[in-house]
């Protein structure tokens, strides 16, 4: 059995500077590197370095990004059989700033992510019985994501859903075909139209959520946290205490390591657990799928931390 992420494959161009500019301000950047990431990429990564069997499901451009893409999520050990590449556009494009305190701005240019459609969720739907979770974000065409979505559910598949990038006409149809979604802040203020910035309006976004018709929500907070609720349960998770140096990529290391968790058989509140940790490790180091924790490193922080946020 293995894990199926459907969504976007990136190649990072990143500009480091002291600090992110505002609206017509230009600066002079202190490091420039180029990494592999995309959300849909990022996430199959996180799963593949935590040992889980991942099937990435998306496309590239016939350039030498998406060569490169593709030879980086193999190196990582994700299945990539059913990647397309589409000689019709460039491989996709994600252009980030990211200042000394770890906080970035990002620019995504879809190119090839931005062609997923039906054919990309038939190939899809061909894996779903050999599958235990599909991984679905929003760097793709919503109407891919919905089909994916529903093919998951009728096939009995759990769905969890990121949905990022934040998007405050996110289709309400959805909704009943997400087991769990996972937003931070932001894009879960986007979500209910109120501010989310601690937890009690956590909370209440969750509820909002819950009533829409998802099976489980989850509030990432970033250092303050995370909020979980479902019909049965509510729990918040504290944030493990790390140096942050770079943000990129927290939210699909925790989805990764909530998903890995769930792979193994652990509780809820124990792969909450899991992707609170995989998405602090991540901050720890710069760009997106080189920030990603390999099993070894996360196991050790994982006993490194056990009195902090114990495994209930």
């Known amino acids: 059995m293995s894990i199926i992420v459907f969504g976007s494959i990136n190649i990072d161009l990143v500009a480091r500077t002291s600090r992110l500019p505002v609206p017509g301000e230009t600066l002079l950047g202190e490091e420039f590197f180029k990494v592999s990431g995309g959300k849909g990429a990022?996430?199959?990564v996180a799963l593949a370095k935590l040992g889980i069997s991942t099937q990435m499901v998306g496309r590239v451009g016939a350039d030498d990004f998406g060569v490169e893409l593709i030879n980086n999520l193999q190196a990582s050990g994700v299945q990539i059989d059913n990647i397309f590449v589409d000689k019709t556009v460039s491989s996709g494009v994600a252009i980030i700033a990211v200042n000394h305190a770890g906080e970035n701005q990002i620019i995504v240019i879809p190119?090839?992510?931005?062609?997923?459609?039906?054919?990309?969720?038939?190939?899809?739907?061909?894996?779903?019985?050999?599958?235990?979770?599909?991984l679905l974000q929003l760097e793709i065409p919503i109407t891919a994501v919905i089909a994916a979505a529903k093919a998951a559910k009728k096939a009995k598949i759990r769905v969890i859903l990121d949905p990022a990038p934040a998007q405050s006409d996110f289709p309400d149809e959805l909704y009943p075909f997400v087991d769990i979604?996972?937003?931070?802040?932001?894009?879960?203020?986007?979500l209910v139209g109120f501010p989310v910035d601690g937890e009690e309006q956590a909370a209440k976004a969750a509820e909002v959520l819950l009533q829409r018709g998802v099976k489980c929500a989850?509030?990432?907070?970033?250092?303050?946290?995370?909020?979980?609720a479902t019909a049965e349960e509510k729990f918040f998770v504290p944030a493990f205490r790390?140096?942050?140096?770079?943000?990129?990529?927290?939210?699909?290391?925790?989805?990764?390591?909530?998903t890995a968790a769930l792979f193994t058989?652990?509780?809820?509140?124990?792969?909450?657990?899991?992707?609170?940790?995989a998405g602090?490790?991540?901050?720890?180091?710069?760009?997106?799928?080189?920030?990603?924790?390999?099993?070894?490193?996360?196991?050790?922080?994982?006993?490194?931390?056990?009195?902090?946020?114990?495994?209930?």
């Not at 979604?181 to 986007?190: D, F, G, L, S």
């Not at 180091?285 to 495994?311: C, M, V, W, Y």
Request: hydrophobic share 45%; with cysteine.
């Open 42 to 44: 990022n996430q199959a």
């Open 111 to 134: 190119g090839a992510n931005g062609c997923v459609n039906e054919e990309d969720v038939e190939r899809l739907s061909h894996l779903l019985p050999e599958a235990t979770a599909l």
């Open 181 to 190: 979604i996972t937003p931070n802040q932001v894009e879960a203020a986007q």
């Open 218 to 228: 989850i509030v990432k907070l970033g250092a303050k946290g995370v909020f979980c």
């Open 242 to 258: 790390v140096q942050a140096v770079d943000t990129v990529a927290a939210g699909d290391a925790f989805n990764g390591g909530l």
């Open 265 to 277: 058989g652990l509780s809820l509140h124990q792969a909450v657990v899991w992707g609170a940790a």
């Open 280 to 312: 602090a490790l991540a901050t720890t180091k710069s760009g997106a799928q080189t920030s990603l924790p390999d099993r070894l490193t996360f196991d050790a922080f994982l006993r490194e931390n056990a009195s902090f946020i114990p495994l209930a």
